[in-house]
């Protein structure tokens, strides 16, 4: 689990329990009050997570750096850099890619390649 679940999960759990202790300690009425307070407050935040969830997620990129050389011989194919498809959208970024060198009709590729 992700440190930042870890947190969620913590101050979550002492909301509920701050909001336990005001409702043992106060009168009913005020009890009454908070609850309907908190419980209003707690709709509008779902309805705001339920939205944020909604939107399209962006997507990270891609980055090869500092790769090492590549050679391709015969029918063979060498990339130093990234290999995606024609359709793919990612974000990419290629710096510092090794040599790539193609004999015998081979095919080398250092940078960005995006394939049908």
């Known amino acids: 689990m992700k440190p930042s679940r870890h ?3 913590l101050i979550t ?8 202790t005001a409702f043992i300690v106060l009168r009913w009425d005020s009890a009454d009050r908070i609850a309907t307070g908190v419980s209003a407050l707690a709709g509008l935040a ?6 944020w969830a ?8 891609v980055r090869a750096r500092e790769t090492g050389a590549t050679r391709a011989r ?6 130093s850099g990234i290999d ?8 990419m970024e290629v710096s510092r890619t090794g040599d790539a ?5 081979g095919q080398a590729i250092t940078g960005i390649v995006r394939r049908p």
């Open 7 to 9: 947190v969620v999960l």
């Open 101 to 105: 060198t193609a004999g015998d009709g």
């Open 74 to 79: 015969g029918a063979g194919y060498a990339n």
């Open 84 to 91: 995606a498809p024609a359709g793919d959208t990612t974000p």
């Open 54 to 61: 909604a939107l399209p997620a962006v997507r990270s990129g």
């Open 46 to 51: 779902g309805v705001g997570v339920a939205l």
């Open 13 to 20: 759990g002492l909301l509920v329990a701050v909001l336990a």
